[in-house]
């Protein structure tokens, strides 16, 4: 699932979310367009794309492009196959390639108890 610690931290970044994970869950049982995912989980299209983006630049989803029965284009994304082991093992593995001061301290809390 890691190849580096950036990497690790966008997509544990992407899944710690809880409105991200119900779309990964949908997403799971079939891929779907926008507006139908949207109503399924009840959250706005605007809000839905937001999260939607976070995934996909995390490599967790992919989106294409397909034209409607109704002729409109429709934004389909489904799933990236995905799967990973998180041990200390792995983490420290991942630590030694982290490439910019915000991937070590991008949360903020450094200094804070």
């Known amino acids: 699932m890691w190849t580096t610690g950036d990497e690790l931290l966008r997509q544990l970044g992407a899944l710690g979310n809880p409105h991200r994970l119900r779309i990964v869950a949908a997403l799971h049982a079939e891929r779907t367009y926008v507006s139908k995912l949207a ?3 009840r959250i706005s299209r605007a809000l839905l794309q937001v999260h939607l983006r ?5 490599g967790l989803v992919t989106a294409s492009f ?3 029965e109704d002729g409109k284009t429709l934004r389909f994304y489904e799933l990236t196959p995905f799967s990973g082991v998180l041990s200390p093992e792995t983490i420290a ?3 030694p390639t982290l490439t910019t001061p915000e991937s070590v301290h991008g949360d903020g ?3 804070r108890e």
């Open 93 to 95: 593995a991942a630590v």
């Open 66 to 68: 397909e034209t409607g």
């Open 109 to 111: 809390e450094e200094g």
């Open 39 to 41: 109503r399924e989980l």
């Open 54 to 58: 976070k995934l996909e630049a995390a």
